[in-house]
């Protein structure tokens, strides 16, 4: 008997592919979770190629990798793709303009399904001198390192790159690099940072070639990226507030001021701030109880730089308190209250004894409120002239300023005064400089520590310092609080050229204006010494 079939093999598989259609689910993209970002140089110079390693992204989607910066002073949207590979990673390179802005940008890499991640890329700026070439010109960053090109030398050949900063010492720092040139007679990428107090301006830049004495020239302008914000954006009057500075130039002397309104009218709070190696600060500036409650602008002023930054403070009035019930008291008989003397007026240059190319700190007290303090001295030189060296800082609300000055490495040995004088007002003190022969170029500080940078008053701290001589040594150490008490050490170290000590911070150690201390350090070995500084906060 013949059966018939419903259905044919044709139309079968139509059947069973339409219902696996209907039943199996849809083919989906490979999609990782927690999508990150690798950079191998997270610092580059301007013009480099970045290379970015992107993982846990969507395959096989196209990724954009892009930043957002400045470039010839216009914004401009720089990014490439790559494709997302299978186990959801991908690398991509990101090519820079040679013009872009120098700062830390945040990079993006982003997929087709929303799948993204971000890191920071830090552009340097660059500078590229080349053989039988005008000079070439860049602008750098204080405090931030950049990169140096020196094109056209020999195959191979050492070239001596030497950058002369001028700084606000009155001395020239001059950094030098000696790298070889590779198979082209090139150089990429020589890292140089500005020192220490580098002044805004030009610094030269010379490449030389050592074999074919070939020249590069050019010259770079260090700029000061420095900026203020507040401890807290509002203050209440009778308190302080806190003042944070990041940038200026380093172991320098800032100005903070506001002007405030009273119900007599305008009053300006000043303090003086002292920079650390970074060019950073904090500070605090007291609040009059009598401060009309509002908004008030602090105006920073680099006392080098001369540049001012800004910040808004909002001061507002103390929470007023319930009135108590009236007491029946007899009314007290007045006392005659004694006429406050003026304060009298010191100056005081630390150390007292030092050596030629070092810091001297010179501090003063008694001097009339917000003026410009002139402090300056005359010191002879070795070979014959002299040197006249002068420094303007700013004396707080209180008549009290803290500057430096470097006394200069052709200083002949003997004892100069130094002077500050302000609205007629002056004051001296002596400072004797030693022989440069005094100055052991084995006789250093190894390290120097404090325990605490940031201590409360009414505790302590340590000092521990080594010396690079491992022998008994003569110590000179002040501890020197803003209140103006100190204490000073005349002592030894022990016999491998190691001293600490603890000391005592007092309750009265904070001043109405300021609350920078430093330690003072000096090291002796027969008619040799060297000296060093550091800061402390008292809160």
Known sequence: MKIRSWFNIPVLAALIVAVLAFTLPPATATVNAAASLQLPHATVPQGA????????????????????????????????????GSNGSFSAHLTLPRDVGAATYTLTAKDAHGISATTRLTILPLIVVRTGAPTASAAVIAHLPFYIDALG??????????????????NDVVVTRTPNADAHGNVYNVVVTPPNGAKVGFAAVTAAGQTSTKQAPGRVYVVYRAYIVLVKSSAT??????????????????????????????????????????GNFTKYIAIPGYTSPGTYTVVATSVDTSQKHYAKLNVVARPTRPTPKPTAQPTPKPTAQPTAKPLHTVVSALPHRTLPNQDISVSGTGFPANVTVTVSTTIDLRGGGNRAI?????????????????????????????????????????????????????????????????????????????STLHTTLGIWA?????SGLRHDYYTNTDANGHWSTKFTVPNRAISKHSNQGYVTLQLWHGQQTTQAFIDFTVV
Request: proline share 4%; aromatic share 10%.
């Open 49 to 84: 190629t970045v290379v970015v390693n992107g993982f846990g992204f969507t395959s096989p989607d196209n990724a954009t990798v892009y930043i957002d910066a400045p470039v010839a002073g216009h914004s401009q949207h720089i990014q490439t793709t790559a494709v997302v």
């Open 153 to 170: 030398f020999a195959p191979n050949e050492a070239v001596k790159i030497q950058i002369t900063f001028p700084t606000y010492s009155g």
């Open 237 to 278: 009057v009778g308190t302080s507030a806190g003042i944070v500075g990041r940038g200026f130039v380093s172991y320098a002397q800032v100005r903070l001021q506001i002007t405030i309104n009273t119900s007599s009218g305008q009053q300006t709070l000043s303090v003086t701030a002292s920079t650390d190696g970074n």
């Open 390 to 466: 002068s420094k303007s800082v700013f004396a707080d609300s209180n008549g009290s300023f803290s500057t430096s000055l470097r006394v200069p490495f052709k200083s002949a040995q003997g004892t100069y005064t130094v002077t500050a004088a302000a609205s007629g007002v002056h004051a001296s003190d002596q400072l004797t400089v030693l022989p440069v022969s005094a100055h052991p170029s084995n006789l250093n500080f190894q390290w120097t520590s404090l325990w605490y940078h940031t201590v409360r008053h009414g505790t302590y701290d340590v000092i521990v310092i080594q």
């Open 478 to 482: 002040h501890s020197i609080f803003p």
